[in-house]
């Protein structure tokens, strides 16, 4: 399928979302779209949704596929970033993630797409700070990892 039509076609859809949430919002309300749940992505939740549907419904993937970056090296024990627990260590596993150094590695469209593959945990890469937290424990920077996330356990 042409690319340029499904952009097109996302693009529609992200017009029309927003187009709604003007019409559905109450005059007054002073809510912001950040005031909803404290460190989440809603605009990128909601931009992954309405891409996910439309892939759906073109029957393409709008999300490119994860390619994890290399692992070297023997794994790290995952469960050491704060938020992160064995069922979310399992997943990453799964997606080809060991090491601290591959998350520390993602870039924005690398998170963006392991993030859409993470089921039950979306969201939790960004709102947990995974990758800023690997970051701290590949460079083995105890010292600043427990000023930022608390001590490690």
Known sequence: MDNGLIVGVIAAALVIALIVWLLVRRPGDTRHIEDTAPGADVG??????????I????????????????A???????TTIKGLGP??????????????????ALDETGATGLDAQMGTFQGRLVRDRWIEQAGYLSRGDTAAFEAQFGKLG
Do not use: C, S
């Not at 070297?72 to 995952?78: A, F, N, T």
């Open 72 to 78: 070297i090296g023997e794994p790290d024990r995952l």
């Open 87 to 104: 069922k979310a260590a399992a997943r990453l596993n799964e997606l080809g993630i060991h090491r601290y150094d591959q998350l520390a």
């Open 55 to 70: 892939g759906q419904i073109l029957g393409v993937d709008a999300v490119p596929p994860f390619t994890p970056p290399p």
């Open 44 to 53: 990128g939740a909601a931009a992954t949704a309405v891409e996910d549907t």
